[in-house]
């Protein structure tokens, strides 16, 4: 690699302050903690919720759909909140609600999403092909494109009404605490 390549990371000082940026971002360990407790309880309850005021909250698999997006929750919380804190330290209030509310809401989606998608393999893997097989592959990857979709489509809506709510009030603490 020339030196015109590497470009700024051959700049004195640069990647030294990339990496202080990078360790100032980190979140105390009880805040991560607390938050990630409470961001996966506030997803389960979503979800429950909508289960509830859809008529569908005693079926046979709520459990383990409020157990998919409490996860997701779980998975989520602690880097959305480490994003925020990264691309928005020292910057105005508005920029670090912005910023907790886009990397919050995205990171959640993204790992219930995740979630459902291990989930759904899980359940047709035992109609697939054996694993070293490109067979194999094709059919992981529709699979896995699939759940993406079925989740994209019917999924997001048990985020609603409470979900959406909880990412506001969540989105204002953590850009309160990100400064």
């Known amino acids: 690699m020339t030196q015109e390549e590497a470009g700024w ?6 990647m030294r302050l990339l ?3 990078m360790r100032a ?7 991560t903690l607390v938050g990630t407790m409470a961001w996966a309880a506030a997803m389960g309850a979503s979800c429950a919720l909508a289960l509830q005021l859809g008529g569908r909250f005693g079926s046979d698999q709520s459990n383990a759909i409020i157990g998919i997006y409490a996860l997701g929750g779980l998975l989520a919380f602690p880097v959305a909140l480490y994003a925020t804190r990264l691309f928005a330290l020292g910057g105005s209030p ?4 912005a910023a907790a509310l886009l990397f919050l809401g995205v990171a959640t989606m993204l790992a219930a999403g995740f979630v459902f998608s291990m989930h759904y393999r899980q359940y047709f893997a035992q109609w697939h092909n054996d694993f070293p097989s490109v067979g194999w592959v094709f059919q992981l990857l529709f699979t896995g ?3 993406v979709y079925q989740f994209a489509v019917l999924g997001t809506r048990l985020f609603f009404p409470l979900g959406f709510a909880a990412l506001f ?3 204002l603490l953590v850009a309160r605490q990100a400064r």
């Open 9 to 14: 990371a051959q700049q004195p000082g640069t």
């Open 19 to 21: 990496l202080t940026r």
């Open 25 to 31: 971002a980190l979140p105390s360990p009880l805040w």
């Open 94 to 97: 508005e920029r670090r609600f």
């Open 145 to 147: 494109a699939n759940a």
């Open 169 to 171: 009030v969540a989105s």
